[in-house]
């Protein structure tokens, strides 16, 4: 079992930065892979990007260049390091474990959710 908070989130100027993290419980995080996806109001919720248990790193084109995802694995931490926001960024943006194998962008192969933190971008 893990549980997963995030934090991070807050009200930023567009063309700024936040770096959001996922703490997670459990001894065996370093062997879980970890996705970032986020929904908008009135949208479904969307892949941002994924880091695997092996340190691969996978990002949806809309982020490419602006978002770079990381994991601590002795702090059981993964982070969301993002860059140039602009207003369509702004969503709740959540933290979800798997374990692998699998495809990392499909949201339905995430068992653990975190409660998710509200990111804002204003132009």
């Known amino acids: 079992q893990v549980q997963l908070v995030e934090s991070g989130g807050g009200l930023v100027q567009a063309g700024g930065s936040l770096r959001l993290s996922c703490a997670a419980s459990?001894?065996?995080?370093?062997?879980?892979?970890v996705g970032w996806f986020r929904q908008a109001p009135g949208k479904e919720r969307e892949f941002v990007g994924a880091i695997s248990w092996t340190d691969s790193t996978y990002y949806v084109n809309s982020v490419k260049g602006r978002f770079t995802i990381s994991r601590d694995n002795a702090k059981n931490l993964v982070y969301l390091q993002m860059n140039t926001l602009k207003p369509e960024d702004t969503a709740v943006y959540y933290c979800a474990a798997r374990a692998p194998p699998g495809r990392l962008w499909r949201i339905d192969e995430y068992d653990y959710w975190g409660q998710g933190t509200q990111v804002t971008v204003s132009s």
């Open positions: 459990g001894r065996t995080f370093g062997i879980y892979d």
